[in-house]
Nanobody, 125 residues
């Protein structure tokens, strides 16, 4: 399994921005960002294929969040702009060896075997 460590969370006001980072022991994986708010299910936010050729977003973050990866640095990113209070959650980085079809299953947490410890994002009004 790959080791994952998230960073970059924090508290911001609505409309602000944050960039999350996920340091990985290897990036030869399908990787995704998930989030979980108190009392809610963990949900997929965005995911990216190993070479970065395929990227998917949840409808709730399209146009505001951008996922990217730097395989040379073994790092995954999530740039979050125009943050809303409903984006408040613990954000997790996850990795999977293979997901098929990626376009269909990218948001299923059951496809990912490796998880980071999470980083908290809090957006206030």
């Amino acid at each position: 399994q790959v080791q994952l460590v998230e960073s970059g969370g924090g508290s911001v006001q609505a409309g602000g921005s944050l960039r999350l980072s996920c340091s990985a022991s290897s990036t030869r994986y399908y990787m995704g960002w998930f989030r979980q708010a108190p009392g809610k299910e963990r949900e997929g936010v965005a995911a990216i294929s190993p070479a970065g050729s395929a990227i998917y977003y949840a409808d709730s973050v399209k146009g505001r969040f951008t996922i990217s990866r730097d395989n040379a640095e073994n790092t995954l990113y999530l740039q979050m702009n125009s943050l809303k209070p409903e984006d408040t959650a613990m954000y997790y980085c996850a990795a999977a060896s293979f997901i098929s079809p990626f376009s269909v299953k990218w948001a299923s947490r059951y496809e990912y075997r490796s998880w980071g410890q999470g980083t908290q994002v809090t957006v206030s009004t």
